[in-house]
């Protein structure tokens, strides 16, 4: 049972345009969000995340965007670059949890910026 | 440099076979997480220690265990294993307990043949 669906496994861009990332969860405990960027040989590493109680967060290029009627997040990165390129993992933490280090991950978009 | 380091980077064994991938957390991080990523998978959570105690338990087999020792380093034992366990396994680990901010190895890439 995929509770976090990352649906499309690939995105591409030119360079300069909006990417947009999507990802679906069903769980409605889920009440924290992040996304997580990870290039080939290295280590997911934590990019931008989102508190229920908001329906957007920005840092720097990237906002994050949440519908939590639609239990959909979105990730975009404006404008994109070529070192944007690498899979983004979304993932999220549900209320009440033992561990806020417990994370479903949803399969990985992987994105390419062209130049 | 997330600063979590594991060994070994890759591992080749044979099935019903022993592993065991060790990780050293961040400097002053308590908590240490396992997860699995299998071909074509989101990474899947195993378990988390904090401060030597486990803390949380994902769907790990019964094949698989782990500790934190005293030092803060952990390791994740695979035994009897099967072609099915072929996955990355990352370490990841974090200072505060409420953020879900991980900082993740490079993972370990072990290979069941």
């Known amino acids: 049972d995929q509770q976090v669906k990352q649906n499309s496994p690939s995105l591409s861009v030119q360079e300069g345009r909006i990417s947009i990332l999507n990802c679906d969860y069903t769980?409605?405990?889920?009440?924290?969000f992040l996304w997580y960027k990870k290039y080939p040989a290295e280590g997911p590493t934590f990019l931008i995340s989102i508190s229920s109680i908001k329906d957007k967060n920005e840092d720097g290029r990237f906002t994050v965007f949440l519908n939590k009627s639609a239990k959909h997040l979105s990730l975009h990165i404006v404008p994109s670059q070529p070192g944007d390129s690498a899979v983004y993992f979304c993932?999220?933490?549900?209320?009440?949890?033992?561990?806020?280090?417990?994370?479903?991950f949803g399969q990985g978009t992987i994105l390419t910026v062209h130049p | 440099d997330s600063g979590v380091t594991q060994t070994p980077k890759h591992l080749i064994t044979a099935t019903g076979q022993r592993v065991t991938l060790r990780c050293s957390p961040r400097?002053?991080?308590?908590?240490v997480y396992w997860y699995q990523q299998s071909l074509d998978q989101g990474l899947q959570f195993l378990i988390q220690?904090?401060?030597?105690?486990?803390?949380a338990k994902g769907n790990i087999l019964e094949r698989f265990s782990a500790q934190q020792f005293p030092d803060l380093h952990s390791e994740l034992n695979l035994s009897s294993l099967e072609l099915g366990d072929s996955a990355l396994y990352f370490c990841?680990?974090?200072?505060?307990?409420?953020?879900?901010?991980?900082?993740f190895g490079e993972g370990s890439r072990l290979t069941v043949l």
């Open positions: 993932a999220a933490i549900a209320a009440g949890g033992t561990s806020y280090g417990k994370l479903t």
């Open positions: 400097s002053g991080d308590l908590s």
């Open positions: 990841a680990s974090s200072g505060a307990l409420g953020t879900g901010e991980l900082f």
């Open positions: 769980n409605s405990m889920f009440d924290y």
């Open positions: 220690y904090y401060n030597g105690e486990e803390r």
